[in-house]
């Protein structure tokens, strides 16, 4: 449903003619109801331009909440018709893994992750998917040669350079793991230089983001988006492959997803709460932790105990332990817990204050949220939580 350029009764006979079937409605909260009623039970997902300014939206978004829509579907907002200095994944406000439960809920939640890593919340790409059919159906609908998910990241690259096709080497590169300049340039051949402008025009596109690590000043560089690396890693280089042998791609999908683009994308979901529940101002990794390539920090104290953390971040004197899952069916143990309350206060002895920040795929143990509320610096955070 778009909004664009339409007044609220011109909006709402196009509501009634695109959603309801034809069935007239004499104001909003009518056509709200009738949609609601002919939806019945199941959970449903309506996609909306997201022209949020105009009052044919603003008129809707009241029905929405005087009939309590949200409690029966997931309304998304796609910028289908953005300006095309706007449409770019770094732009396009993706959607939250909290975002995709509720639109999944008889999916278990790692397929849920699954989903959301592939097209990387991005409304535009996830708009095909299916809530009715098993996870298997809507991977093959995403992989199809005709599908959002093969068609929207060329589409971007067309839009925003004369030469799109400089820039996929690139982009590819980094999605396969390259992440130093160096190793980029080496990988595409091109000159440090010329490698280094095109990866600022990317950087100002929006696809690609620089990370400064404190060992050597040096940046690296990451894709902005999980979706982007998902289609260099599986569109890229195997468009014949979709159309010859769509099962041969959807198997190299399935062996792969998880190590390559579930879980490092469930930790950028990770690392956003981070930002937005803690504030974070010119934060930094410790330059051990490579993201992207999934190295923990080992560390040894100064009484002989070893231990080893998954990302460490300092921010304005104070410092992040961070434990991420590390599958799907991890669940954090007393044994496990304990541990990690250990290796935050051996942490905390060689730097300023600490907080323990753990993630998990799966419930708590009553045990550990009692722990979590009982030590002010240690915060459990479930799944559900991740709407960032």
């Given at each position: 449903?778009?909004?664009?350029?339409?007044d609220?009764?011109?909006?709402?006979?196009?509501?009634?003619?695109?959603?309801l079937?034809?069935?007239?409605?004499?104001?909003?909260?009518?056509?709200?109801?009738?949609?609601?009623?002919?939806?019945?039970?199941?959970?449903?997902?309506?996609?909306?331009?997201?022209?949020?300014?105009?009052?044919?939206?603003?008129?809707f978004?009241?029905?929405?909440?005087?009939?309590?829509?949200?409690?029966?579907?997931?309304?998304?907002?796609?910028?289908?018709?953005?300006?095309?200095?706007?449409?770019?994944?770094?732009?396009?406000?993706?959607?939250?893994?909290?975002?995709?439960?509720?639109?999944?809920?008889?999916?278990?939640?790692?397929?849920?992750?699954?989903?959301?890593?592939?097209?990387?919340?991005?409304?535009?790409?996830?708009?095909?998917?299916?809530?009715?059919?098993?996870?298997?159906?809507?991977?093959?609908?995403?992989?199809?040669?005709?599908?959002?998910?093969?068609?929207?990241?060329?589409?971007?690259?067309?839009?925003?350079?004369?030469?799109?096709?400089?820039?996929?080497?690139?982009?590819?590169?980094i999605?396969?793991g390259?992440?130093?300049?160096?190793?980029?340039?080496?990988?595409?051949?091109?000159?440090?230089?010329?490698?280094?402008?095109?990866?600022?025009?990317?950087?100002?596109?929006?696809?690609?983001?620089?990370?400064?690590?404190?060992?050597?000043?040096?940046?690296?560089?990451?894709?902005?988006?999980?979706?982007?690396?998902?289609?260099?890693?599986?569109?890229?280089?195997?468009?014949?492959?979709?159309?010859?042998?769509?099962?041969?791609?959807?198997?190299?999908?399935?062996?792969?997803l998880?190590?390559?683009?579930?879980?490092?994308?469930?930790?950028?979901?990770?690392?956003?709460?981070?930002?937005?529940?803690?504030?974070?101002?010119?934060?930094?990794?410790?330059d051990?932790?490579?993201?992207?390539?999934?190295?923990?920090?080992?560390?040894?104290?100064?009484?002989?105990?070893?231990?080893?953390?998954?990302?460490?971040?300092?921010?304005?004197?104070?410092?992040?332990?961070?434990?991420?899952?590390?599958s799907?069916?991890?669940?954090?143990?007393?044994?496990?817990?304990?541990?990690?309350?250990?290796?935050?206060?051996?942490?905390?002895?060689?730097?300023?204050?600490?907080?323990?920040?753990?993630?998990?795929?799966?419930?708590?143990?009553?045990?550990?949220?009692?722990?979590?509320?009982?030590?002010?610096?240690?915060?459990?955070?479930?799944?559900?939580?991740?709407?960032?």
């Amino acid at each position: 449903m778009n909004f664009k350029d339409l007044d609220s009764n011109t909006a709402l006979s196009v509501f009634c003619n695109q959603i309801l079937d034809g069935e007239s409605a004499a104001d909003w909260i009518e056509a709200v109801e009738k949609y609601k009623k002919l939806t019945g039970t199941r959970f449903r997902v309506l996609f909306i331009d997201d022209d949020n300014g105009s009052a044919a939206y603003k008129d809707f978004e009241s029905a929405i909440q005087s009939v309590k829509l949200h409690d029966h579907t997931l309304v998304l907002h796609v910028k289908s018709l953005a300006p095309e200095s706007e449409q770019k994944p770094g732009n396009i406000k993706p959607r939250s893994i909290v975002d995709f439960l509720l639109a999944f809920p008889n999916y278990d939640k790692a397929d849920v992750i699954r989903l959301h890593g592939l097209t990387g919340g991005l409304p535009a790409v996830a708009k095909e998917l299916d809530t009715d059919i098993p996870i298997e159906e809507n991977l093959k609908l995403l992989l199809r040669h005709d599908s959002a998910f093969s068609h929207f990241a060329p589409s971007i690259l067309q839009k925003l350079f004369r030469s799109p096709e400089s820039y996929h080497p690139i982009l590819y590169s980094i999605a396969c793991g390259k992440h130093r300049l160096s190793e980029i340039a080496k990988d595409i051949g091109f000159p440090n230089n010329k490698c280094g402008k095109y990866l600022e025009a990317l950087i100002k596109a929006g696809l690609v983001k620089a990370h400064k690590g404190t060992e050597n000043g040096f940046a690296r560089y990451f894709l902005t988006n999980s979706y982007i690396k998902s289609w260099y890693l599986y569109i890229y280089k195997n468009r014949m492959l979709q159309i010859t042998n769509p099962q041969g791609l959807f198997n190299k999908v399935i062996e792969s997803l998880d190590k390559a683009i579930a879980l490092p994308a469930l930790e950028e979901s990770c690392i956003r709460f981070i930002d937005n529940k803690y504030k974070i101002e010119n934060g930094c990794f410790i330059d051990h932790y490579v993201k992207g390539k999934t190295k923990p920090v080992y560390l040894k104290h100064k009484d002989g105990f070893r231990f080893k953390i998954d990302c460490i971040i300092e921010n304005n004197g104070k410092t992040l332990v961070c434990v991420f899952p590390h599958s799907f069916d991890e669940k954090i143990t007393k044994e496990q817990l304990e541990h990690y309350i250990n290796v935050s206060c051996r942490y905390g002895s060689l730097c300023s204050e600490v907080s323990l920040v753990v993630f998990s795929v799966n419930r708590f143990s009553d045990w550990c949220v009692h722990q979590a509320s009982i030590l002010e610096q240690l915060f459990c955070v479930p799944l559900e939580r991740l709407k960032y």
